[in-house]
């Protein structure tokens, strides 16, 4: 996975800076849209309970356990069926059945080194699966900084990158935020434990090499898992 995934991205450049639950309602405007989702895993386990927060785990300091976000996009990268609701709880899994590391990537259409890392996580997808990595890709703003994204500028961006992993809206950073320093310095990037939902590593650069995240998972779960894993 990394001599592959980092070479596509060693000419990057650091962080740009600048100015299955039912489907929602489809809409091609930016702002806050009303979103609906899964509450529990796809093997029925509830979603972690909060508190929740922002903070990423330092050396044996857990980190926060990340809300179950909702939004809309397309699984898969596939815009044939519509638009479709993604909730993180889709992705959570306490005995690591499905995944081993969760990646959030955040990105604008108009940011250069976004669309530079974008293209290295579509030529490294086979890498990554063979590690269980799963990426998700939310897409803040449209072709200008501060313009929310739309429905239009999500499906231009798969169209434009060839993706292959699930990407989605989250317009003018309605739900992610809370997470930023600054609004306008992405990429920005989430690795989270799928075991418990604790964020283990965030950082506003592109990220070159995914295996930093796994070994950043601590060996036990931060939290307590709520099924009995083999």
Request: net charge negative; hydrophobic share 35%.
């Amino acid at each position: 996975m990394r001599s592959h995934f980092v070479a596509a991205v060693a000419s990057c450049a650091l962080a740009c800076s600048g100015g299955k639950g039912a489907a929602s309602q489809s809409s091609d405007a930016g702002g806050q849209v009303a979103t609906t989702g899964h509450d529990v895993n796809p093997d029925g386990v509830a979603y972690p309970a909060g508190p929740y927060g922002h903070d990423a785990r330092r050396g044996s300091t857990p980190g926060s356990v990340i809300q179950n976000f909702k939004f809309q996009g397309y699984p898969g990268a596939d815009p044939s069926q519509g638009l479709q609701a993604i909730s993180l709880a889709d992705y959570y899994d306490p005995c690591n059945k499905r995944l081993k590391l969760l990646h959030l990537n955040v990105a604008g259409v108009w940011c250069t080194s976004c669309n530079q890392e974008t293209d290295a996580i579509v030529a490294g997808k086979s890498q990554l699966d063979a590690a269980r990595v799963v990426v998700l890709q939310a897409i803040d703003d449209g072709k200008s900084p501060g313009v929310p994204a739309t429905q239009s500028d999500l499906d231009f961006w798969i169209s434009r990158h060839k993706s292959n992993f699930t990407s989605m809206l989250d317009p003018g950073l309605n739900d992610l935020g809370g997470f930023f320093p600054n609004p306008s310095s992405i990429p920005w990037n989430f690795d989270i434990d799928p075991r418990t939902m604790e964020i283990v590593s965030a950082a506003v650069a592109i990220q070159t090499d995914l295996t930093a995240g796994l070994s950043s998972i601590p060996a036990a779960p931060s939290y307590p898992v709520p099924v009995t894993c083999n």
